[in-house]
């Protein structure tokens, strides 16, 4: 008798145990369950720790909660000003309603993959390249508010959306170089001919200085030729000074022609037949 009823508690015990482990479930500190009762969704959402589950009615899915980093694959696109380019971005969302997403859609993960890359391709033919190059934080706003407004119904929540890279035709980025080149030319020549008309309104204020003071003129002379010495030279150009030359010239217009002036040298070739040489006289 004491056997039998040992071997009762022992049956049990097992199947108690048995019971136990096939209802028995862990739930994670990042997820949530999600448990079906003969198919009906129960509305109460099991949170993390421990929990118990009926073998054989009860169904329990496992919903993370974290948030999930997606990669969009690169789409290719025209722009609104007929530029080809391809174009690739990151969607960063999480779970917000388990039941939602367990029960609305099928897969959610692949359900925001396929939206963010239509948004991706509606964006590209709405903005211009520039747009797409240099105001991307704008673009990245419309494009989380074009993928968050169907995922919120899937209980899905987009936190953010990056666009990673602009991909151009080899064309397109040496017409792109060919015109920065052009103009960070023009500004070179805008800034050197600035330059010029500030040394020459330098220069003509300089002029009109020495023009009041001549000795100026010719300070400016000697320092010339220091400069020009300094660097050791074999040959030393002296330039004479228009003052110089005028000064002369008027020195030759007093002089009277006869007085002090040599008489002119006259010269006369004669050749013999002889084949005597010349005589100058």
């Known amino acids: ?79 609104r000003d007929n530029v080809t380019v391809r174009v690739d971005a990151v969607v960063y969302f999480k779970v917000t309603s388990p039941a939602d997403a367990v029960v609305r859609v099928e897969d959610y ?16 033919g709405k903005s211009e390249l520039d747009d797409l190059l240099s105001n991307r934080e704008k673009l990245n706003q419309g494009l989380e508010l074009m993928i968050d407004s169907p995922a919120v119904e899937w209980g899905v929540t987009i936190d953010r959306v990056e666009i990673k890279d602009v991909s151009l035709p080899e064309t397109m980025k040496r017409s792109m170089a060919r015109q920065a080149e ?50 050791k030279n074999s040959t030393l150009v002296l330039p004479i000074p228009v003052e110089l030359l005028r000064f002369l010239e008027k020195g030759a217009q007093v002089t009277a022609p006869g007085q002090g002036e040599p008489p002119p040298l006259e010269v006369r070739l004669d050749s013999d037949p002889g084949g005597s040489n010349s005589r100058q006289e």
């Open 1 to 79: 008798m004491v056997g039998e009823l040992v071997a009762v508690g022992v049956t049990l015990a097992s199947a108690g145990a048995v019971y136990v482990a096939a209802a028995a479930r862990v739930v994670k500190q990042y997820e949530r369950g999600v448990v079906f009762r003969l198919g009906k969704l129960r509305s109460q959402v099991r949170g993390p720790g421990f929990t118990m589950i009926v073998p054989g009615v009860d169904k329990m899915r496992k919903v993370n909660m974290q948030i999930v980093t997606m990669p969009v694959p690169a789409q290719e696109g025209i722009t």
């Open 109 to 124: 993960r692949f359900a925001v993959s396929q939206m963010a890359q239509t948004s991706l391709r509606s964006i590209i």
């Open 182 to 231: 052009a103009d960070r030319e023009r500004r070179a020549r805008l800034i050197n001919a600035d330059a010029e008309l500030q040394a020459s309104k330098k220069l003509a204020e300089a002029a009109h200085q020495m023009a009041d003071a001549p000795a100026a003129l010719q300070l400016r002379l000697l320092q010339t030729v220091m400069a020009v010495a300094a660097e």
